[in-house]
């Protein structure tokens, strides 16, 4: 058998998959904490509800397959898959849903392909675009931002919505969306401008609605920030690499600036989409993958890119709001292609035929 080997120099990683994996948990954990800060402890319920069905679906696989366990549970690897997948989902979104997003990102997109190493998509990006598709309406419902309300649900309420879709009062979620805000619809504020100008609206007038901030949405803009936040401790700590995450927000802003020039009644401009929907979780912790990316310097930036630009057009053009898994489920497809392709050239050999 014909043995590949990446090009020199061959420098070895004193970080173990262990030490990656919660490095980039602990990097998450300022989104998380302001996620939970705007859209409440729904939040918190979904991510204990995704690392216990990751966890399970991890060892039931690996007890059919005949592996050990706690070696591949303790790398950390389904953990993060968990935490990714439940931080994208609605706060309130009913408990099934996670259920299904986690066993189905750990046992069919990774333990499927053989497990850590194997799987060509980003597990948690590919369970979000088969509830997403499955499940619309539940995974575009999202609560109004705490700021807004009039009446919070407190965290009792919270947890009933999310296992019996209703408060303990028996007040459902759109029942209380409408009692507690004026006009709530759960939209996110990508989907509220798109709506908006599709009837006409100008991104001013869209804009100058109730939800929305200087910059982006009220929440999701604080959101975003603090996952650059996590994302720069992740450059700085070198657990990730520059490449991916800059080529992503250059290309997402470039063309989104391209677009406002030349449609500014229509087009949100730059800001609003880097600070919208999962733009920088997406830049820093998921395009990021570590398996499912591209492994060239230069492929890194091809396929930074190449889904910062695909964000764009299906925002813009597409049928769903934000398209960030989307993007990476498609361009994950292409990494084999965009590897081969971008390969560097030994030392001392001559040029690929």
Request: net charge neutral; charged share 10%; hydrophobic share 50%.
């Amino acid at each position: 058998m014909k043995l590949t080997m990446a090009s020199s120099p061959h420098n070895h990683s004193h970080k173990s998959v262990n030490k990656i994996m919660m490095t980039v948990m602990a990097a998450c954990i300022p989104g998380i904490l302001v996620q939970t800060y705007y859209f409440g402890f729904g939040v918190l319920i979904q991510l204990a509800l995704a690392l216990i069905t990751a966890s399970l679906a991890e060892a039931l696989v690996l007890k059919l397959r005949g592996r050990a366990i706690w070696p591949s549970l303790s790398d950390g690897s389904a953990w993060l898959t968990a935490v990714l997948l439940a931080i994208s989902i609605p706060p309130l979104a009913p408990w099934w849903i996670t259920v299904i997003g986690a066993f189905f990102a750990i046992a069919i997109v990774k333990q499927l392909y053989g497990g850590l190493g194997f799987n060509l998509f980003n597990p948690a990006m590919a369970a979000y675009v088969l509830l997403l598709i499955s499940f619309p309406v539940q995974m575009t419902s999202w609560s109004p931002i705490q700021a807004l309300m009039l009446e919070s649900l407190s965290f009792v309420d919270q947890l009933a919505m999310i296992f019996t879709e209703s408060t303990s009062q028996g007040v459902t979620l759109d029942v209380w969306r409408a009692g507690v805000i004026d006009g709530a619809t759960g939209a996110t504020p990508l989907d509220s401008v798109k709506t908006a100008v599709s009837q006409g609206l100008t991104v001013n007038e869209a804009m100058s609605k109730q939800g929305f901030g200087a910059l982006a949405g009220i929440g999701w803009q604080y959101v975003n920030l603090a996952f650059l936040l996590g994302g720069l401790y992740l450059l700085k700590a070198k657990v990730i690499n520059w490449h991916i995450p800059v080529a992503f927000i250059a290309s997402l802003g470039l063309a989104s600036a391209i677009g406002y020039i030349i449609a500014p009644e229509s087009e949100p401009g730059t800001l609003f989409h880097l600070l919208s929907g999962g733009a920088m979780l997406g830049a820093f912790f998921i395009a990021t993958d570590p398996v499912s990316a591209s492994t060239t310097n230069l492929g890194r930036l091809i396929y930074g890119a190449a889904i910062g630009f695909t964000v764009y057009v299906i925002r813009q053009f597409g049928g769903y709001p934000d398209a960030v898994a989307f993007a990476v489920v498609i361009m994950n497809m292409a990494v084999p292609l965009i590897d081969h392709y971008t390969q560097p050239r030994t030392y001392g050999h001559g040029a690929k035929s």
